[in-house]
């Protein structure tokens, strides 16, 4: 697994870039601590994974997660902060971070990233009892009846909402994982959303 670590406090990353090379399933591609080296270099060194920090200078970690992302919709950020600001989540959340984690739950970052690689989604858990109440409904939701979403599919939305992996849906309901995918697929397209993030947003916001 190959990891970009940013970072705008140089003893962060150094520190950063230690822990995680004690694994050897991980490699720290490269360090910088602004988000516009990362926006820059991103596309140069393609991570597996970006850690990153959310406030530094020049431009922040959302702001360079955000130009990433429209230019590599694949890719996978981990905002890794010591701000749980509501704002700061919901961005990060509304451009498609895969993860967002606390500094101070470092022990949490090793098992995050390998959770990400697998394809999950990952947030410490403060930010998951915070995700119902971080976005106002829209208005006049629909249901999901009135979206047309079936039995077997909300059983796909509430695995999704609680951060499985297509692997581990498939295992849990006895689907393929290609079967997975097309019914994720579907629900996006019932729910008009993006991703899989928007759909555990989408859920909890519905409870």
């Not at 950020?77 to 701000?83: A, P, R, S």
């Not at 600001?85 to 895969?98: H, P, S, T, V, W």
């Amino acid at each position: 697994m190959r990891v970009y670590i940013v970072d705008d406090d140089e003893i962060v990353c150094s520190s950063l870039k230690i822990i995680l090379e004690t694994d050897p399933e991980i490699t720290v591609v490269a360090t910088d601590t602004c988000g516009e080296a990362a926006a820059l270099a991103y596309g140069r060194l393609t991570p597996d994974i970006l850690l990153m920090d959310i406030r530094m200078s020049s431009m922040s970690g959302l702001e360079a997660g955000e130009i990433i992302l429209e230019k590599y919709p694949e890719a996978k950020i981990l905002y890794l902060t010591t701000f749980l600001d509501d704002e700061y989540i919901i961005k990060a959340l509304n451009i498609g971070a895969k993860g967002y984690l606390l500094k101070q739950d470092f022990h949490s970052i090793l098992p995050a990233l390998k959770a990400i690689f697998s394809g999950q989604n990952v947030y410490g858990n403060e930010i998951i009892t915070k995700l119902p109440n971080l976005m106002q409904p829209k208005a006049k939701t629909k249901s999901y009846r009135d979206c047309g979403i079936s039995e077997k599919e909300y059983r796909i939305i509430q695995q999704v909402a609680e951060g499985l992996s297509n692997k581990e849906i498939s295992e849990k309901l006895y689907l393929s994982e290609g079967t997975v995918r097309n019914y994720i697929s579907l629900i996006l397209e019932k729910l008009d959303l993006r991703d899989r993030t928007q759909i555990a947003i989408d859920y909890y916001k519905r409870k």
